[in-house]
């Protein structure tokens, strides 16, 4: 079974602070995906990268960045944390076009 | 652009009966595929089942079938024999075959299943 690993379901942090948010697949895929996801407006894809060091905005890139130095790692950072940043974000990984595979969610508050 | 819309927010179903989840979407491409995704209360979010559009056979998954209707850009999901683990958000998706790959989502129905 495909296993994509988020390395916290909870995290709180404070206003101003970097945060950095991992994700872990084993499956080899090329595909990666960071989406937040709030009440009433779904899932929006901040980040997607679809090879190692390759990267490409989605729709809110603004206040995030990403890494991704390894294929099977890619990490959504948050340069300068804001309390409009409080959500769930969610990872996830595909190869090429199939579905893609989902990690548990880190809801994120800034405080 | 792509857009993917539910205009269902809430549904609710009693054990055992049947409920249809819709769906619609918009796209220039003629060759993708549709998903509907289930996100139950414990978050992690898992494919239900999936769509190439160019198979105009409706997929099927035991108790969960869509119905494909490519001239009208509509995906709705059924659910037959209704199951309390059912309960849950479902989230429609799109994606197109070729090109960036980006997976597009709607906003989602929570369906409630009534004892």
């Known amino acids: 079974d495909v296993k994509v690993t988020q390395s916290s379901r909870y995290l709180v942090k404070r206003t101003g602070e970097k945060v950095f948010l991992e994700c872990v697949q084993d499956?080899?895929?090329?595909?990666m995906f960071w989406y937040r996801q709030d009440p009433g407006l779904g899932l929006r894809l901040i980040y997607f990268?679809?090879?190692?060091?390759?990267?490409e905005k989605g729709d809110i890139p603004e206040g995030y960045s990403v890494s991704r130095e390894k294929k099977e790692r890619f990490s959504l950072i948050l340069e300068s944390a804001s309390t409009n940043q409080t959500s769930m974000y969610l990872c996830?990984?595909?190869?090429?076009?199939?579905?893609?595979?989902f990690g548990q969610g880190t809801r994120l508050t800034v405080v | 652009a792509q857009t993917v819309t539910q205009s269902q927010p809430e549904m609710s179903v009693q054990e055992a009966e049947t409920v249809t989840l819709s769906c619609t979407y918009d796209?220039?491409?003629?060759?993708?595929?549709l998903f509907w995704y289930k996100q139950p209360p414990s978050r992690q979010m898992i494919l239900v089942i999936r769509?190439?559009?160019?198979?105009?056979q409706n997929a099927t998954e035991n108790r969960f079938s869509v119905n494909f209707q490519k001239a009208a850009k509509s995906f709705s999901l059924k659910i037959s024999d209704s199951q309390l683990g059912d309960a849950a958000m479902y989230f429609c998706?799109?994606?197109?075959?070729?090109?960036?790959?980006?997976?597009?989502f709607g906003t989602g129905t929570r369906l409630t299943v009534i004892p």
């Open positions: 796209t220039s491409e003629s060759d993708y595929y």
């Open positions: 990268s679809y090879d190692v060091k390759m990267k």
């Open positions: 499956m080899d895929h090329e595909n």
């Open positions: 769509q190439e559009a160019y198979k105009q």
């Open positions: 996830a990984s595909s190869y090429r076009v199939t579905e893609a595979f």
């Open positions: 998706a799109y994606r197109k075959r070729t090109g960036a790959n980006n997976l597009f």
